[in-house]
């Protein structure tokens, strides 16, 4: 690997994860704020929390296909600016109608796939999967950093605070991507990272590419309503204060962590990667059983949101790599773009439902649902064949 092709790995990882710790650190708090926010219902607070995931999944393609001919820097410049004005908007609104708009707004810079070719650009076909692996990782790191740093930050500021952190925070990934991130000698199309939209019907019908989208949903949709729930829960049922819960999420993380590593490495040595995927599958069931029935304790909660984040770890983690290697190797980047947008659509879908189900039958039914989702999942899950692995 090239110093170019490690210097466009490093950079272009902390661009999209400096993104992700913006967007994400927010999640463990967003509830408990805007539950206090004019006009605020359970629904409009479902809504607020997933409207993101629906101007994510609409730009995210045309964001893409817009790098082609303007360029990569330009277009995420644009999108983390939108990013970065949205964050302004709901560190100052102070309705539920300001915030909706605030994180569609965020939404809107969907610079995710945009990223992705340009590394792609600045990578040869050989280092090409190393890349993609090591910015999977920064993204995985970052999604954990973010959930420990949003309730710690709520010790020192408030969550408007927070959305200045998440708008500073863009205008650093904006430094990076100007002054460090390399610029490619050219743009091109690439077949492995970028979708191609005459091919979309025909990966669409692909059985096992379609089945592993239905699991990209769900596992967002439950993600999003989950913490719908979970913050509520933590403050008003297990008595937890807002500024106390990343005493609780820390360790749970870790532990999570450490837990999933092992079963990934098993899971690919010894070729049971159904069986660990499936099983995880259920393990997250458990997880919105435990919060859903027994979630009125500190040491319950915590049981729950163990197995909950071992769970989703194992199957964040599983899920592209199953995409990128059931695609055909010519429609793998569409694939990879399907699979996006569904991902996106399932985190409106969750928000949305888990909210209208808070409102409608109260908070502990929302792990409920969540646990019917799981059952229906495994189902699909159990009859599909996944593709192998080299010992």
């Not at 650190?25 to 629906?54: D, K």
């Not at 019908?205 to 967002?220: P, Q, T, W």
Request: hydrophobic residues 55%; proline residues 4%.
């Amino acid at each position: 690997m090239t110093f170019i092709e490690r210097r466009a790995i490093i950079s272009l990882s902390s661009v999209m994860s400096l993104r992700m710790i913006g967007l994400f650190m927010i999640l463990p708090v967003f509830s408990l704020y805007t539950n206090q926010l004019a006009g605020s219902t359970p629904t409009l607070i479902g809504v607020a929390l997933g409207i993101y995931g629906l101007t994510q999944g609409v730009f995210q393609i045309p964001f893409g296909m817009l790098s082609d001919h303007i360029g990569r820097k330009k277009m995420i410049v644009l999108g983390l600016i939108l990013f970065t004005l949205g964050s302004l908007i709901a560190a100052f609104t102070h309705s539920m109608v300001g915030m909706i708009l605030a994180r569609a707004l965020q939404g809107t810079g969907a610079v995710g796939s945009t990223i992705i070719a340009m590394l792609a650009d600045l990578t040869s076909e050989k280092q090409r999967t190393k890349a993609m692996a090591g910015m999977g990782i920064s993204i995985g790191l970052s999604f954990s950093v973010a959930f420990v740093m949003g309730p710690v930050l709520l010790s020192f500021t408030q969550v408007p605070g927070m959305f200045l952190i998440g708008a500073l925070l863009s205008l650093v990934a904006i430094f990076i991507l100007l002054f460090i991130v390399p610029k490619p000698a050219q743009i091109a199309w690439h077949a492995d990272t970028e979708p191609e939209p005459s091919q979309f019907i025909a990966i669409l019908k692909h059985g096992g590419l379609a089945r592993l989208n239905i699991g990209i949903f769900i596992l967002h949709a439950i993600l999003t309503a989950s913490f719908v729930a979970i913050p509520l829960t933590l403050r008003y049922i297990v008595g937890l204060q807002n500024q106390q819960q990343w005493l609780l999420y820390f360790p749970v993380l870790l532990l999570a962590f450490c837990l999933t590593i092992p079963i990934i490495v098993i899971a690919e040595k010894k070729q049971r990667v159904k069986t660990c995927f499936v099983g995880a599958i259920l393990l997250l069931g458990a997880a919105e059983c435990v919060l859903w029935t027994a979630a009125t304790t500190l040491w319950r909660s915590g049981i729950g949101l163990l197995l909950f984040f071992t769970a989703f770890s194992i199957l964040e983690a599983f899920l592209p790599s199953l995409v990128s290697r059931m695609a055909p190797p010519s429609r793998k980047g569409t694939a990879l773009g399907i699979y996006s947008s569904a991902q996106f659509l399932g985190i409106f879908v969750g928000g949305l439902l888990g909210g209208w189900l808070y409102g409608l039958f109260g908070l502990t039914n929302v792990y409920l649902f969540c646990l019917i989702l799981c059952l229906c999942w495994a189902i699909v899950a159990l009859f599909m064949k996944l593709p192998q692995t080299k010992a």
